[in-house]
């Protein structure tokens, strides 16, 4: 379904807005935030995001041989290292060239390493090129969905943000909370989570990921007319700026 130009700049308030948040407003006062920030996030995992691009007169078609070839390898090694590999393609580029490989892991840097260095024995960089710097950010899924399609593409939108001074995970654990307990009446499946960026001081990695086609739609009509939309909006942004939003078509390979 096409969206004209207003409705599109609705969906990306939207999505903004979707990415958490009831900011605590009323926790403004500095004794307050004082005690949020010895309130640390119960993390269960690391991930890390890996930006790649395609060498030139490569294209997405050598990509996939370079892994089916290898595959059964591959697969071994993530099972005996407990990782969890997905390739990221941006979703609105008809000329593919770069992408991201997302890898999610139980802090296992030793495992990771074997990983990369695996492909990169089998010459991966003649495909294309990547910024294998591993931070190992520590992950939390807020929302998880359950039972979707692993074959099929799934929406990914990966937001890199940063709080503002004197704001931290602790002034957004009760806002978050009071977030996830209206998205309790989207009827919409999806799954957030929430990064530690180390790659960035006081940054953070927000993930949407939606597994409908026609999400954009499902959101317009769940959060529109919804008159506490524009109030989340501004009480995220007392809390947080986000540097940098983009959405992907997110593909599973192990």
Known sequence: M???NTKMFKVRNIIYI???????????????????????A?????????DCELNKNQSL??????FSKNIKKYKDLAELENLNISILFPEQNNNIT????SITSNNNHLGLKKFIDSIKDDSFSDVALCSFAIYQHKGINFIEQ??????????????RC?????????TFQIAINRFLNDLRFIELPYSIS????SSLDNGFIWINYFYKEDYQELLLDSWINNQDSAQIKNEFSQNAACIESNKYKSFKLI
């Open 146 to 159: 359950k039972s979707f399609n692993n074959d099929s593409f799934i929406t990914t939108e990966i937001l």
């Open 61 to 66: 078609i050598a990509l996939e041989a370079f």
């Open 2 to 4: 096409k969206y004209n």
């Open 98 to 101: 770069n992408f991201i490989i």
């Open 42 to 50: 119960e993390f269960t995992y690391t991930q890390d995001l890996f």
């Open 162 to 170: 940063k709080f503002n001074d004197g704001y931290n995970f602790g």
């Open 18 to 40: 979707f990415i958490f948040l009831y900011a605590c407003g009323q926790d403004n006062a500095p004794n307050k935030i004082k005690l949020s920030s010895l309130i640390d």
């Open 194 to 197: 929430y990064l530690e960026d």
